[in-house]
């Protein structure tokens, strides 16, 4: 079992239109930031015609939703303004991985999770359901958790600093031990 966990945020959405897709299917495509290398799921693209680098990370990823019955919490999660982070995860050996360049062997008895370079497009269908699961994030994916009273923390702490500073008695360099005096 090899568990791949994809950090991002969406920093861009759209709808793919209808006219692009097969008729039923819907569509979104997300421009994100991660940290996730295409070389982490799709290893080296040395043999890939053409070569490529692989260790840049992901940039784009589409999701293909064969019908309107197809991950519809996935759909809405995706679709909301207010969400942001995410981390998409999936046992690679539950997928068919297909890396755009290589020859692969079709495999329909799994979900489809398709490399093109720096963009990942990934299909569901309602068979698959559960394999591919997206969990939304408090954080991205190299952001630390920021309390929402940061700016309050940040002047007490700022107001303590001053308060030591202007203190009496104020310290010399006498005041010291000898190894930090003059």
Same mark, same amino acid.
Not at 10 to 29: C, Y
Not at 101 to 117: M, Q, Y
Not at 153 to 173: D, M, V
């Given at each position: 079992?090899?568990?791949?966990?994809?950090?991002?945020?969406?920093?861009?959405?759209?709808?793919?239109?209808?006219? !692009?897709?097969?008729?039923?299917?819907?569509?979104?495509?997300?421009?994100?930031?991660?940290?996730?290398?295409?070389?982490?799921?799709?290893?080296?693209?040395?043999?890939?015609?053409?070569?490529?680098?692989?260790?840049?990370?992901?940039?784009?990823?589409?999701?293909?939703?064969?019908?309107?019955?197809?991950?519809?919490?996935?759909?809405?999660?995706?679709?909301?303004?207010?969400?942001?982070?995410?981390?998409?995860?999936?046992?690679?050996?539950?997928?068919?991985?297909?890396?755009?360049?290589?020859?692969?062997?079709?495999? !329909?008895?799994?979900?489809?999770?398709?490399?093109?370079?720096?963009?990942?497009?990934?299909?569901?269908?309602?068979?698959?359901?559960?394999?591919?699961?997206?969990?939304?994030?408090?954080?991205?994916?190299?952001?630390?958790?920021?309390?929402?009273?940061?700016?309050?923390?940040?002047?007490?702490?700022?107001?303590?600093?001053?308060?030591?500073?202007?203190?009496?008695?104020?310290?010399?360099?006498?005041?010291?031990?000898?190894?930090?005096?003059?």
């Amino acid at each position: 079992m090899t568990e791949i966990k994809i950090p991002f945020t969406k920093t861009k959405f759209s709808h793919i239109p209808a006219s !692009k897709l097969r008729p039923g299917t819907l569509g979104i495509e997300l421009e994100i930031s991660t940290n996730f290398l295409v070389y982490d799921l799709a290893g080296s693209f040395e043999r890939a015609v053409p070569p490529a680098d692989s260790k840049v990370p992901f940039e784009k990823i589409a999701f293909i939703f064969a019908d309107n019955n197809t991950e519809t919490a996935f759909y809405q999660t995706l679709c909301d303004d207010n969400q942001k982070q995410f981390e998409l995860s999936f046992d690679k050996d539950k997928i068919f991985l297909n890396v755009e360049g290589f020859a692969n062997i079709i495999d !329909k008895t799994k979900p489809e999770v398709r490399v093109s370079f720096k963009n990942l497009l990934i299909f569901f269908e309602s068979k698959f359901s559960g394999i591919i699961k997206l969990t939304t994030a408090s954080r991205g994916p190299d952001e630390p958790d920021i309390p929402s009273n940061i700016l309050q923390i940040r002047n007490k702490a700022i107001t303590a600093i001053k308060q030591a500073l202007n203190s009496e008695p104020k310290l010399s360099s006498k005041d010291l031990s000898s190894a930090y005096q003059n």
